[in-house]
């Protein structure tokens, strides 16, 4: 009789252990959102507009980011396309290596290769050259005025990824 009670006790005791790491096994990994992300690499939140939700961080910083459709903002005086899918190398307070991103230089549109934020800065770079912004110009994400295949189709430049 007592072996059958002391059976019995580890069989539940067993069955409670596996229904416990099956629970946590099957419980949903709930990854931060886009603008959360951004808040952990110490990035602004408007660095990228508002129809960014979905990424892939890889291991050593290397990451992907998908935009619902190509965009095309207009932010302090300059006009900034994003491409559907932009890519790069992040870490705290930088982002470098930056693809799918450009902005708009009198009639062309160059390539921007990396952010970072020095105090209260952003400094973006467009190939060699560097420009700052006063960070407080970055408090919410701009919002698209046009998609990026809606302005090629217009007769502008493409701004389709060159990878």
């Known amino acids: 009789m007592v072996n ?35 808040d952990r690499f110490g990035l602004p939140r408007a660095l990228l ?26 932010v302090g005086g300059y006009r900034v396309g994003y491409d559907i899918k932009i890519s790069g ?25 990396g952010v970072e934020v020095r105090g209260g800065e952003v400094v973006v770079s467009v190939g060699p050259v560097k420009k700052s912004f006063p960070a407080v110009g970055f408090k919410s994400s701009p919002r698209c005025i046009a998609a990026a295949s809606a302005t090629a189709a217009a007769g502008d430049v493409s701004l389709a990824s060159a990878d």
């Open 4 to 38: 059958m009670a002391a059976a019995t006790a580890a069989s539940t005791l067993l069955l409670l252990g596996y229904l416990a790491a099956s629970a946590s096994a099957a419980a949903p990994y709930d990854p931060p959102t886009v603008p959360e992300l951004m």
């Open 49 to 74: 507009p508002d129809t960014a939700r979905r990424y892939l961080l890889h291991t050593g910083g290397k990451f992907e980011l998908f935009l619902d459709d190509g965009c095309v903002v207009d």
């Open 89 to 113: 190398t992040v870490s705290p307070r930088k982002v470098a290596g930056l693809k799918g991103v450009r902005v708009r230089v009198l009639f062309a549109w160059v390539p921007v290769t």
